[in-house]
């Protein structure tokens, strides 16, 4: 199947969507589930378990830009497929990590690996996808491949946190690893059947600091955004097990569905009116969602506060991406979508040990507080986005140009 093919296959964008939902499973069941795991199994803090969570995030932060570089170097379907290896061999290690139970320090250092290892897959894995579906699309799909892509991942999420937290509290920490290693394995299958586009000649000058100078802006209100979404990912069920409430896992179920909603009915929305406005009133949407949150008097006020922050999240990444990425040469475009990203990996890996130090200090609800002053501080950069500066960018010719 030639490039041509590809961009006339619609199915494609739906099978790399269902690859990546796939592979996210790794990640999806192991996140809440690992917070539990190691407050409750392992007796261990809040400061611990929102170490582990948080890690893999901290991880793709160092390996983003190595991961664009790879797959401008080697092609987007190399990368794709050493992602989902990664990630299928960070699950087979924290699994023997079980083995050392009789050397605690030695157990959780193995563990540590093996979450910090689950960051680096990640990173290729969804560097190389995104890739790959934006250069066989073409520009004037670059929202709606951010947005299904980004679907594939968040339905991930909802339907593989609850099943993680079961499989742990059902069959045990041996069996939710088992599975989080042959998830990838699935994955790289499905990839298989489709060719990639060609690797370009790059010049070896081109760095994330490059990359960073141009797409900064942006990346930091999907920073800023990405800060609600891990608040609810580590310390959701966390909060419910405190507060008394049942359906505990359902947190990022809700926040999964509202998410994916949106990307489905309204994910070609930056594309049609520009990325900046739909940001904005996604991330007012998202602030909505986190004050709910944090004064809900009941679980089912609780988690319709998570449907309205999963709504919020949707098209941030999207919007701002689309804007983003139209400023920068054919030839940094792996490692201009990794350094974007990378902004996302920041704010999830720096939230669980911060957040979990504000939960120790002032309680639960206090995270929640903290990604809404984040979704609101992101709203405000938005609305210094200039037409003029962006215009003046347009003006070059950017990968992403039809």
Request: net charge positive.
């Amino acid at each position: 199947m030639s490039d041509d093919v590809i961009k006339k296959n619609p199915g494609f964008l739906i099978w790399m969507a269902i690859a990546l939902f796939v592979s996210y499973l790794t990640i999806a069941m192991s996140m809440s589930a690992f917070s539990l795991y190691i407050t409750q199994s392992k007796g261990m803090g809040d400061v611990a378990a929102g170490v582990v969570v948080g890690l893999p995030f901290l991880a793709t932060i160092f390996s983003r830009g190595w991961a664009g570089r790879f797959s401008d170097r080697h092609g987007t379907k190399s990368t794709t497929t050493l992602g989902m290896s990664v990630l299928a061999a960070s699950s087979l290690i924290c699994l023997a990590s079980s083995l050392l139970v009789k050397q605690p320090a030695l157990e959780f250092t193995a563990l540590l690996f093996g979450r910090a290892l689950l960051g680096v897959g990640e990173s290729l894995a969804l560097v190389g996808i995104l890739s790959w579906c934006i250069s066989s699309s073409g520009v004037a799909r670059t929202g709606l491949v951010m947005s299904i892509v980004g679907a594939g991942i968040y339905s991930s999420l909802a339907v593989g946190t609850p099943v993680g937290i079961w499989l742990l509290a059902s069959f045990g920490f041996h069996s939710l690893m088992g599975l989080c290693a042959t998830a990838p394995l699935i994955s790289m299958v499905i990839v298989k059947f489709y060719p990639a586009p060609k690797v370009m000649n790059i010049p070896k000058s081109f760095s994330m600091f490059s990359a960073v100078k141009i797409v900064w802006k942006h990346g930091l209100i999907v920073g800023l955004q990405g800060i609600g979404f891990a608040a609810i990912g580590t310390f959701f069920p966390l909060y419910f097990h405190f507060k008394g409430w049942e359906w505990a896992g359902l947190g990022i179920s809700f926040f999964g569905l509202g998410f994916v909603l949106v990307r489905l009915f309204l994910g070609g929305l930056p594309d049609r009116i520009g990325g900046k406005s739909v940001a904005f009133v996604s991330l007012a949407i998202e602030v909505a969602g986190l004050l709910l949150i944090w004064s809900s008097p009941s679980p089912t006020c609780a988690l319709i506060g998570a449907l309205l922050t999963g709504m919020g999240c949707s098209l941030v990444f999207p919007s701002m991406g689309l804007d983003a990425l139209k400023r920068v040469p054919p030839e940094m475009k792996g490692v201009a979508i990794g350094s974007f990203v990378a902004f996302q990996d920041l704010a999830y890996g720096l939230t669980g040990p911060l957040a979990g130090w504000l939960a120790q200090l002032f309680g639960y609800s206090s995270v929640f507080i903290f990604g809404f002053l984040s979704a609101a501080l992101a709203a405000g950069i938005t609305v210094t986005l200039t037409d003029e500066k962006y215009a003046s960018h347009q003006k070059q010719r950017t990968p992403f140009e039809a």
